[in-house]
């Protein structure tokens, strides 16, 4: 069983595929806190029901986009997304998963869509020493990222509000092995277009001079920061 939080129909808003009419699968359950996190209801407060790998088929099969996002939350952490990717692929349909590259599963996918966490994302002040401490001990795993990108087409997206997490991705690289500069995004922190607008104001500069690619959050001014979407 699955914990889900939400299934929807939207367009995707992040990464190389923006802009692509997608059914979304939220998992509700989340290994880590990061303190700017906008689902906390899959995360934080972890909400949903119990679902089996075939009720999220059927309810995934009532729309008729091709391409299906498992994202969360983590929804890594859960074994059944194997199960659940490989009968969503026999259905041809293209997957990708969101995840934060903390935890290794046999899953199968067209798109790996990483978020490696930075030490901008500890949520000292925001939660228990306990999450402080597990949140750091987890949030740093470029062996699992390097043996996730070696599978299938991936794009790295790194949330950045400043330019010393910018210089901070520089650092996260150098023990990365495996990587193309061209799946590499930095995506600005922020649930607002206020925010956003402010942070591309320096970042698509950086992004520039450092050859990365801008990764906004295109859902923001679309829909902004809504549930559904």
Not at 105 to 119: F, G, N, R, V
Not at 158 to 165: A, P
Not at 182 to 201: D, K, Y
């Amino acid at each position: 069983m699955i914990r889900v939080s939400e299934i929807f129909h939207s367009v995707q808003g992040e990464g190389k595929l923006t802009g692509t009419p997608s059914v979304f699968v939220r998992t509700s359950g989340c290994n880590l806190r990061c303190w700017f996190c906008d689902t906390r209801y899959a995360s934080w407060e972890p909400e949903g029901d119990q679902w089996s790998v075939q009720q999220i088929i059927d309810q995934v099969s009532k729309y008729p986009s091709k391409h299906v996002v498992l994202t969360g939350g983590e929804p890594m952490i859960f074994s059944e997304i194997c199960q659940l990717t490989a009968e969503l692929r026999a259905l041809g349909k293209h997957i990708t998963i969101e995840t934060a590259g903390t935890v290794d599963l046999d899953a199968e996918c067209d798109l790996w869509s990483i978020s490696p966490k930075l030490s901008n994302s500890t949520p000292i002040g925001f939660a228990t020493e306990d999450w402080i401490r597990n949140h750091d001990l987890r949030r740093r795993q470029p062996e699992i990222v390097r043996r996730l990108i070696q599978r299938s087409d991936y794009q790295l997206k790194f949330v950045v509000g400043s330019i010393l997490d910018a210089e901070e991705v520089m650092e996260y690289l150098k023990d990365l092995s495996g990587w193309e500069r061209a799946n590499v995004m930095m995506m600005p922190r922020g649930t607002t277009q206020e925010e956003l607008l402010l942070q591309n104001s320096w970042l698509a500069d950086w992004c520039r001079e450092h050859g990365f690619r801008l990764c906004d959050r295109q859902h923001i001014y679309w829909f902004g920061n809504t549930r559904g979407t």
